[in-house]
Nanobody
């Protein structure tokens, strides 16, 4: 059974940084494309960043230059380094992958105060 567990969220002031982690199990992690999504109150869940098995990355426009997605296949973990955080980045951040089926973590709350 695939399991994704996010961690690293918290409360930070505008301009600050956080690093999120998503630990995966029950799958051949090194072959999987991994995604970070976020959902703010009253909004739909949107993709933030994606990293393929080969390390290619893609970002939503609003986080380009501020967020960096990376992966450590030895640790079965994907990361999201978030710099220059703004109040609009406040959301629950989720890790997602597709491995025969779609799997989501439970999310980690990121709150950015102004």
């Amino acid at each position: 059974q695939v399991k994704l567990v996010e961690s690293g969220g918290g409360l930070v002031q505008a301009g600050g940084s956080l690093r999120l982690s998503c630990a995966a199990s029950g799958m051949a992690f090194k072959y999987a494309t991994m995604h970070w999504y976020r959902q703010a109150p009253g909004h739909q869940r949107d993709v933030v960043a994606t990293i393929t098995s080969s390390g290619a990355t893609n970002y939503t426009e609003s986080v380009k230059g501020r967020f960096t997605i990376s992966r450590n296949n030895a640790r079965n973990t994907v990361y999201l380094q978030m710099n220059s955080l703004q109040p609009d980045d406040t959301a629950v951040y989720y890790c997602k992958t597709y491995w025969r089926n779609e799997f989501w973590g439970r999310g980690t709350q990121v709150t950015v105060s102004s």
